[in-house]
């Protein structure tokens, strides 16, 4: 079995950190926390664990943070002992191959997405009765018993052949629902719980800061909830201005000219000082940062209208410094969303999965133009080159095509 996977070694970690901006190929080094490796196809762990063969997974920016190292060992989460081994590859639809005697919800044939394991460990994967309190509600991103380190841990990961988990790490993709779009229900996921965590209104104006991945697909999710609201997107780069005005967006500003820009979709005043980048008057109800970067952070709460919100969907693993005063000034309400789990709309609660996949079928997120390049697993440095290359190759989503043969 190929796979890739990251060590949480702290002095690799700190030995990479340093000498990757001198020399790059570092991180493919054996001074690095990261490995390329094959092993001896593993066994089933137990009677509920099953095994996959992978068809497709995509590249995310959590696994280049990992792969790059900018995780800083520094951030709260660090502290957890939890994995020490991340198996880099989360947003990939497989095959189940072959399941244990007690598994109940799948069946050699099935196709899955890879829910929950990659989040690492919950009450549900380390069979932990009763459950914690998030896992009854599937908020299993933030069980309290993660590192409670029960059981066994699977082998492998997205990038690679396969992997072995636990039944309920894994979800049943539906037969109606195509292989590129499985491989985007884990990253559509992700925006479809930002959104859902401060949902938007008609009559709200909406930012969504960044058009990568994660921003274009909270595009449609905001387009999906709140269908006539006015919404503008930040985008760095014009190919990604040009999918975010085909998914929906009726303003694309420049980082550079935000201030201005914000002021005047919003119909607010622009106040600078010396030694400040300014505030507004006023601003948008609700700001998406799908990147997650101290600088749009601290411009989102700038820009957020008073009693309005800034939501966290995208991360920067490393400690921030960053201007909270219009959190007190504004009562902005700035807002943490962990990956997905179980959203409530339109008077139901599901798991975030279900959601996307119901908006699959309903023709509201489209996958169409966002996996922009394809690669074979053996040209895994040009794939990872390719994905960083955001002005050479224009890259929206590069996905590994899996296969045995």
């Known amino acids: 079995m190929r796979t890739i996977y990251f060590d949480k070694n702290i002095p690799k970690v700190l030995i990479t ?180 965590r401060r949902p938007p209104k008609n009559t709200d104006h909406v930012l969504v ?3 990568g991945i994660i921003g274009l697909l909270a595009v449609q999710a905001v387009r999906a909830v709140a269908p006539e609201c006015h919404l503008t997107v930040v985008a760095k780069y014009p190919h990604q201005a040009e999918a975010a005005r085909r998914f929906g967006a009726n303003e694309i500003i420049g980082r550079e000219a935000g201030y201005q820009a914000a002021a005047r979709i919003t119909g607010s005043q622009y106040f600078t000082a010396p030694l400040n980048k300014g505030t507004l008057s006023s601003g948008f109800e609700v700001i998406y940062d799908c990147v997650g970067h101290p600088d749009t952070i601290e411009d989102s709460l700038r820009w957020a209208r008073a009693g309005g919100a800034v939501v966290m969907v995208g991360i920067d693993l490393s400690p921030m410094k960053i201007d909270l005063n219009p959190i007190w000034h504004q009562e902005v309400d700035l807002i943490g969303s962990k990956g997905f789990g179980a959203d409530e709309w339109r008077g139901e609660r599901k798991h975030t ?53």
């Open 17 to 196: 950190k340093t000498i990757r901006p001198m020399w790059q190929g570092v991180v493919w080094s054996p001074l690095s926390p990261t490995t390329v490796a094959e092993f001896p196809e593993p066994t089933l762990p137990g009677p509920r664990w099953i095994k996959v063969e992978n068809r497709a997974c995509g590249i995310c920016a959590t696994d280049l943070s990992l792969l790059f190292v900018k995780a800083d060992p520094a951030i709260a989460p660090a502290a957890l002992p939890g994995q020490s081994r991340f198996y880099l590859g989360h947003e990939v639809v497989s095959d189940v191959v072959e399941v244990g005697g007690g598994v109940t919800r799948f069946k050699p044939g099935d196709r899955v997405v890879m829910e929950t394991r990659f989040f690492g460990a919950n009450c549900m994967s380390q069979e932990i009765d009763p459950p914690c309190q998030f896992c009854v509600r599937h908020e299993f991103g933030l069980c309290e018993n993660a590192d409670a380190n029960v059981g066994p841990r699977g082998v492998g990961g997205g990038w690679g052949d396969g992997y072995t988990c636990h039944e309920t790490e894994v979800f049943k993709v539906p037969d109606d629902i195509t292989d590129d779009q499985a491989t985007l229900i884990e990253p559509t996921s992700v925006a479809f719980h930002g959104v859902m």
């Open 209 to 211: 800061v960044g058009a």
């Open 353 to 405: 999965f279900e959601w996307v996949a119901q908006l699959i079928r309903a023709g509201k997120f489209r996958d169409d133009g966002l996996i922009t390049h394809r690669f074979r697993l053996k040209d895994y440095k040009q794939a990872i080159a390719t994905s960083t290359a955001k002005s050479a190759a224009k890259p929206i989503k590069v996905v590994f095509e899996l296969s045995r043969g």
